[in-house]
């Protein structure tokens, strides 16, 4: 919301030591009742002489590619003029926008316009231009670069005259974030109220005007459905001069506002919807047909809105219709064709309150926002119509000529929110402070309740507090607390830190979780924290079956993007995801993780309870939110690609692979302190041929490899793509972990290399070695496959390093070969392995 200062502080009895408010006062002051600031915006600076001028003549050079002009411009009272006070100017200008007899604003040398760009007398185009005729941006009114400023004629204003004083360039425009709950400040007269509140000064309602009877109903509407539209009014008004032109106050208001002018009609409704709050739309009566009705759009309807474009309309749309069918998407946009025309002079102004759920819909279902569409998506004061009306219906009679037409047609039925009961100290037991008596009941009064002070039947003061019309949010005493204490100022607030209760420290749980996430980082993987909703397409991009369980997500009902509306059980998703935009800004070698939760929902879900939130829940309430909520366990997961040792004058860089992955796990099952089994299978994702399923103590945690090239492909990820996920959860929590046992003697280093059948898993003889070694085997590692003719058909060469150590003793050579032939002999037993010679 950008709105001036001058025209906010119109509504303001300013006091004499507040007559001065600068545009940073007033920013300070909304921000102490809570509203955000986003951008104080001083007007210009210009400087120097600008003033109005009267064009006299314009001869048009048609010796150029484009329109260029060649106008005289009278800048001062002829009997008045001499050399340094000239009667007119002459200045080259290239907008055609207006005619002979306009009065214009003239920077003449020696002006200086915002931007610090100077003003001088210059030859161009063949001719010497002696100023520059201004657009409302060159001056800083707006953004508006669309033609010359053209000022309304007013036998007040005279060529000459100073146009910084005329046009208030010495204003400032204050933008505003306005929240959801605060609907009532998207207008002046919701801010002024603020500002108000926040100076303790008087507030002036322009919406407190002599709003006449309904005598009669001025054009016949028809609401059937109430549930989308509450309240429905229209008044008419004939004879209105097209040619009016729109008073400059207006103009430059909506300019400044960053809404454009269109004609006095349409810039009189935006005018009253920034003042008042209230949207409007006008109609050419001529262009209706019958009367109004309100309604829910039929399937296969189109409506052509005032921008040009055919739209669609949903049977979810509400919609403003007469006997032709849609004229108007309600709250939203009107209709092309009852558009109010340059030559219009019956119009009908309607005013009305929508559903704010089903504006929002349509907004983000046609794309279409606008000015109204945001006010009512954050509630309209239901009170306002016939105000707005009146308010309208006298501007187009006192600018325009226009007559009123008796009669008013007022349809629905707007609830007026319900009385709240506040114990009166509610407040300072909230803030933990005493505030002076009368505080409370005063400031409610200032955000327009009305309240009455009684006692509960315990004797126990009370106020009930009526909010107004415009304040649907107050319907809680924790509401007018807040109203109290933020227009109090949070900095009364006493700010005391409760006392921390002793600890327990972390669980065991955390602890593995802290344990796994600095294990990853010290093994050169970078932690993310990828998006957690998921678009349900994912899933045929990663091949999955239609029957997999993984496809069964939680929908969320508003999600922050609608293509992702679910949320994921597994966490590659959005791994995947983080890796890609890296991939798309540079990055090349990359080693990702991310530890978090899943969703996983349950079978046979119970209803959510409703749980009262005066006292802690019970056991048994927990235990039945517990049971209504998806299971979320934790999970730990990783994404490579590119190398995973990089290039350099060291040599090649080792491309990351399957094993990489696996190694990942290794790493995650250490961290934890369990032992992890790797043994092959098959699952989508990950390639048949490259995927290890991981298993703790015989039940599998998770899987690890390279992604299937398909899925790469689908979801254009870098070439051989690997990843792991694992869940924690899963794994046993190891509480005590032994300390390690470090030896001063030296070890014994053997090599082995055994040949078995090429479907022994490699990970089952490395076990039966290890159990077979006892405890002088320190380690062992794999470091070598081999297959070929040497080893056999249908067999292959399994070689490790194997480093013997006793802790009392230097071992002998002999020692460690016995305890070796050992190891080798269980891996004989249990897989039929044979030394190779």
Request: glycine share 8%.
């Given at each position: 919301m950008r709105i001036p200062v001058s025209w906010l502080v119109q509504q303001l009895e300013l006091t004499e030591d507040l007559r001065d408010l600068t545009p940073t006062q007033i920013a300070d002051a909304f921000v102490r009742v809570g509203l955000e600031v986003?951008?104080?915006?001083?007007?210009?600076p210009v400087t120097g002489p600008v003033v109005v001028g009267r064009v006299a003549e314009i001869e048009v050079l048609t010796e150029f590619k484009k329109p260029i002009r060649f106008c005289t411009v009278e800048i001062g009272d002829p009997e008045d003029a001499d050399d340094e006070n000239p009667a007119t100017t002459q200045v080259v200008c290239g907008a055609t926008n207006f005619v002979e007899g306009d009065l214009v604003v003239v920077a003449m040398p020696g002006a200086v316009l915002p931007g610090d760009f100077t003003i001088a007398a210059r030859k161009t185009y063949g001719r010497v231009s002696n100023g520059m005729i201004c657009a409302a941006d060159e001056l800083g009114l707006g953004g508006d670069h669309s033609g010359i400023l053209v000022l309304p004629s007013d036998d007040d204003v005279a060529p000459g005259d100073d146009a910084i004083s005329l046009l208030g360039l010495d204003d400032a425009v204050i933008e505003l974030s306005i929240t959801p709950d605060r609907g009532y400040c998207f207008s002046q007269r919701g801010l002024a109220r603020e500002l108000a509140c926040a100076l303790n000064l008087g507030y002036i309602d322009p919406a407190a005007i002599e709003v006449p009877g309904a005598d009669g109903r001025s054009v016949p509407v028809t609401i059937e459905d109430p549930t989308a539209c509450t309240r429905f009014a229209v008044r008419r008004v004939t004879g209105v001069d097209p040619t009016a032109p729109t008073p400059w106050h207006i103009r430059r208001t909506l300019m400044l506002?960053?809404?454009?002018?269109?004609?006095?009609?349409?810039?009189?409704?935006?005018?009253?919807?920034?003042?008042?709050?209230?949207?409007?739309?006008?109609?050419?009566?001529?262009?209706?047909?019958?009367?109004?009705?309100?309604?829910?759009?039929?399937?296969?309807?189109?409506?052509v809105t005032l921008d040009d474009v055919e739209r669609v309309l949903d049977p979810d749309d509400v919609v403003v219709c007469d006997e032709s069918g849609p004229v108007g998407l309600a709250g939203v946009m009107g209709?092309?064709?009852?558009?109010?025309?340059?030559?219009?002079?019956d119009i009908v102004l309607e005013a009305a309150i929508w559903n704010p759920a089903s504006i929002a819909r349509a907004v983000r279902r046609h794309k279409l926002p606008s000015e109204a569409s945001r006010r009512y998506e954050r509630v309209v004061d239901p009170a306002l119509p016939p105000v707005a009306l009146e308010r309208a219906a006298r501007m187009l009679r006192d600018y325009g000529e226009g007559r009123i037409q008796p009669g008013r047609t007022d349809e629905g039925n707007p609830v007026a929110p319900d009385p709240v009961v506040m114990a009166m100290d509610l407040p300072d037991r909230v803030a933990g402070?005493?505030?002076?008596?009368?505080?409370?009941?005063?400031?409610?009064?200032?955000?327009?309740?009305?309240?009455?002070?009684?006692?509960?039947?315990?004797?126990?003061?009370?106020?009930?507090?009526?909010?107004?019309?415009?304040?649907?949010d107050l319907v809680q005493p924790a509401d007018l607390v807040e109203e109290v204490l933020r227009l109090q100022g949070y900095d009364t607030v006493p700010s005391v830190l409760p006392p921390a209760?002793?600890?327990?420290?972390?669980?065991?749980?955390?602890?593995?979780?802290?344990?796994?996430?600095?294990?990853?980082?010290?093994?050169?993987?970078?932690?993310?924290?990828?998006?957690?909703?998921?678009?349900?397409?994912?899933w045929d991009a990663f091949g999955l079956a239609a029957d997999d369980v993984r496809r069964k997500t939680v929908r969320v009902l508003?999600?922050?993007?609608?293509?992702?509306?679910?949320?994921?059980?597994?966490?590659?998703?959005?791994?995947?995801?983080?890796?890609?935009?890296?991939?798309?800004?540079?990055?090349?070698?990359?080693?990702?993780?991310?530890?978090?939760?899943?969703?996983?929902?349950?079978?046979?879900?119970?209803?959510?309870?409703?749980?009262?939130?005066?006292?802690?829940?019970?056991?048994?309430?927990?235990?039945?939110?517990?049971?209504?909520?998806?299971?979320?366990?934790?999970?730990?997961?990783?994404?490579?690609?590119?190398?995973?040792?990089?290039?350099?004058?060291?040599?090649?860089?080792?491309?990351?692979?399957?094993?990489?992955?696996?190694?990942?796990?290794?790493?995650?099952?250490?961290?934890?302190?369990?032992t992890l089994t790797v043994t092959a299978d098959a699952l989508a994702p990950w390639h048949p041929g490259r995927c290890a399923r991981l298993s703790v103590g015989g039940f599998p945690v998770g899987h690890a490899g390279e992604l299937h090239p398909k899925v790469v492909e689908a979801l254009g990820l870098p070439k051989r793509t690997c990843a792991m996920e694992?869940?924690?959860?899963?794994?046993?929590?190891?509480?005590?972990?032994?300390?390690p046992q470090v030896s001063p003697y030296p070890p014994v280093l053997l090599d082995v290399a055994l040949v078995v059948d090429a479907d022994v898993p490699a990970a089952e003889l490395t076990l039966a070695l290890r159990e077979g070694g006892g405890e002088l085997l320190e380690d062992l590692s794999l470091f070598d496959v081999f297959t070929g003719e040497q080893v056999g058909e249908g067999k292959r060469s399994l070689a490790y390093s194997l480093r013997f150590r006793a802790p009392d003793r230097t071992l002998t050579v002999e020692e460690a070969t016995a305890v070796r032939d050992t190891a080798v002999a269980a891996a004989t037993e249990r897989h039929g392995a044979a030394l190779r010679s």
């Open positions: 986003e951008e104080v915006s001083p007007l210009g506002a960053g809404i454009r002018s269109i004609s006095l009609a349409v810039d009189i409704t935006n005018y009253v919807m920034l003042e008042l709050g209230q949207p409007m739309h006008a109609y050419d009566t001529s262009r209706l047909r019958g009367g109004l009705t309100v309604r829910r759009a039929r399937a296969g309807e189109k409506l209709g092309a064709s009852t558009e109010v025309r340059p030559d219009s002079t402070a005493r505030y002076a008596r009368g505080v409370t009941a005063s400031r409610l009064q200032k955000i327009g309740c009305r309240v009455e002070v009684g006692a509960a039947e315990d004797g126990t003061p009370v106020v009930t507090a009526f909010p107004p019309t415009w304040r649907a209760p002793a600890g327990r420290g972390l669980s065991s749980a955390q602890r593995r979780r802290r344990a796994v996430s600095r294990s990853l980082a010290e093994h050169g993987y970078v932690e993310v924290l990828p998006f957690p909703f998921i678009p349900p397409t994912v508003n999600p922050l993007e609608a293509e992702r509306s679910e949320l994921a059980t597994t966490l590659l998703p959005g791994l995947l995801d983080t890796l890609v935009r890296n991939v798309s800004r540079g990055a090349r070698d990359l080693s990702l993780f991310h530890i978090g939760q899943v969703v996983l929902p349950r079978t046979g879900a119970v209803p959510m309870p409703e749980v009262a939130v005066a006292s802690r829940p019970s056991d048994a309430e927990v235990a039945s939110l517990d049971a209504a909520l998806p299971a979320q366990p934790t999970h730990a997961a990783v994404v490579l690609a590119g190398n995973r040792q990089r290039a350099g004058w060291w040599g090649a860089g080792e491309p990351a692979g399957w094993a990489d992955a696996v190694q990942a796990a290794r790493v995650v099952a250490e961290a934890a302190g369990v694992i869940d924690l959860d899963l794994l046993p929590l190891v509480d005590r972990k032994p300390v």
